[in-house]
């Protein structure tokens, strides 16, 4: 059976609720739900205050690491003299491993771990709690480690477009055993917003470019050194150069249902990722423990600026 | 272009080494580099002596929550009376919070995360671990949660195939934008073995089925309390009851590619998940705290008794 192929729904279609700027729930159920268990979260509407705790949230920045999201947080804290960035801060989601939260003001952070199914998981529960919360005109930021594509290491890319293995801007979605696609378009003036901070700043290299995203690490990027590898060096380098081609500079595991599911929930959205090699010139992350913790930062740090310039702090 | 179907690599097959028993890598390219990183377990074969560490390791227990692997390997201390349970145990990979790894005595304990390119990463490098460790006759048994299809919450099943979301027992793996199938059978008697400890424990019921899994959460596996849902209940009810139909007893995100990857390198694999929930009643996981606590403890107890009858200590 052929794939059906649904429209994107964007921001300037009326919300669900009517209101512009509103989070978008595409599913007509949950109006009738007398509590809804966020469980990955472990927060519920009959047990948490929703507005209360996420009403005024307007940022919300996800990454796979947890400890780089609390980082991210009280590097925020700091940038939006909210308050020091070496005290702790709590952990909303404390009451399970599967994910970790932080609040700072308006900034939400929120880890998301590796791969498509877990940032999957991690997005249906976060856009029901916004919708929840009653929030509106929000913007959803990945903020990544990638492998560079023809590009130096520690180069940051903004994603115009996450693309397929197959480079097409396709998401694959499995619906009771049939399969739907989704478009992977990402905010175009959100994205050049992002790269103009990253002039600003004028402390690393930062791209717009076609982002690969890809359902494992090794064999679905051309690796030559995990357990399994059924290719040549030659293909693989035929591959990546192919990708470069078509104007993909990085590969990550996450963008391609980020950008599918803030479409259909009227979420703007960007991903950007911090490159930790040039996938061109090999395939370990070798680089020395410090060098990669400074590149980890550069994501951090521009949507840090963007944040302050939206506040009216730079 | 059609998917290529891989055969799959049996254990009674010579492996790389040539011994039996050991582990096979499938990637002619790993003996020409002179260092391994394995950069998610932050552990390089150039900094970490591996048959040192790892030589004697013969069970290897992996689950998606961090929390629940440490208070397996905890349980198993205390088992197999190599210390006490309430001791704490270190984190083999404290130098990253991707995945957490804790050994004791022959049994290895690794979380994974939740979904199918989060734990790919993971065995991926635990097969190279493995490997370059020098370990022969390793058996790997994935202990984990899922959702029920016609049995009661609580239920344990083992895992006879893993089927994708058309109920085929087959695994799709990119390659180089192509797509190869491969196989998704596990150890029929090793899954019989811990069915038969499962009677002598006597203390929940356990049953042999099929397990679907899946890519997602919410709609991949049907259900009415995503973010985003295009079907109706009884549309959900048919696919879950056509699941049970073709033999399927649990859903859960891991086990597909576990059992490639596992048959692929030669290793004896199983899968025992406890059941959360009954599907066909219901979406939420909302029973108790407690009670869910306990059900998590089910496969450990019947993965710890089957350790214990092999090392003769009951």
């Known amino acids: ?55 005024d949230v307007k940022f919300v920045c996800v990454g796979g ?110 619906v009771l055993g049939k399969t739907i696609i989704r478009s992977t378009e990402l905010d175009g003036p959100l994205a050049q917003e992002l790269a103009q901070c990253s002039q600003e700043i004028d402390e690393f290299t930062t791209v717009i470019g076609r982002t690969m995203c890809t359902l494992d690490f090794y064999e679905g990027q051309a690796r030559l050194d995990g357990a399994i590898c059924s290719y040549t060096k030659e293909e693989k380098t035929q591959y990546l150069k192919a990708a470069y081609e078509a104007g993909i500079r990085n590969i990550e595991m996450e963008s391609s ?14 991903v950007v990722c911090v490159t930790l090699l040039n996938r061109l010139d090999g395939d370990q992350i070798s680089s020395p423990h410090d060098v990669l913790v400074e590149y980890q930062q550069r994501p951090q740090k521009l949507v840090g600026y963007f944040i302050k310039k939206h506040m009216s702090l730079v």
């Open 65 to 174: 690491s947890a400890w780089r999201m609390k980082a991210f947080a009280q590097y925020i804290a700091g940038e939006l003299k909210l308050g020091d960035p070496k005290d702790d801060i709590a952990n909303i989601c404390a009451g399970t491993d599967r994910y970790a939260m932080y609040k700072v003001g308006p900034v939400l952070a929120i880890s998301h771990g590796m791969g498509i199914p877990s940032i999957s998981i991690m997005l249906h529960e976060l856009i029901k709690l916004l919708y929840h919360s009653r929030c509106s005109d929000v913007t959803v930021i990945r903020i990544g480690t990638s492998g560079g594509v023809g590009i130096d290491p520690g180069s940051v890319v903004i994603t115009s477009q996450s693309v397929n293995p197959c480079f097409k801007p396709e998401f694959e979605q499995i």
């Open 1 to 55: 059976m052929a794939p059906v192929t649904e429209n994107k729904k964007g921001q300037s279609e009326p919300s669900q609720s009517g209101e512009p700027g509103r989070i978008h729930l595409s599913n007509p159920h949950l109006e009738k739900m007398e509590e809804d268990i966020l469980y990955h979260f472990d927060l519920g509407t009959n047990t948490h205050d929703f507005p209360a705790l996420f009403g």
């Open 257 to 270: 249902v980020f950008a599918a599911m803030c479409n259909l929930s009227g979420l703007r959205a960007a």
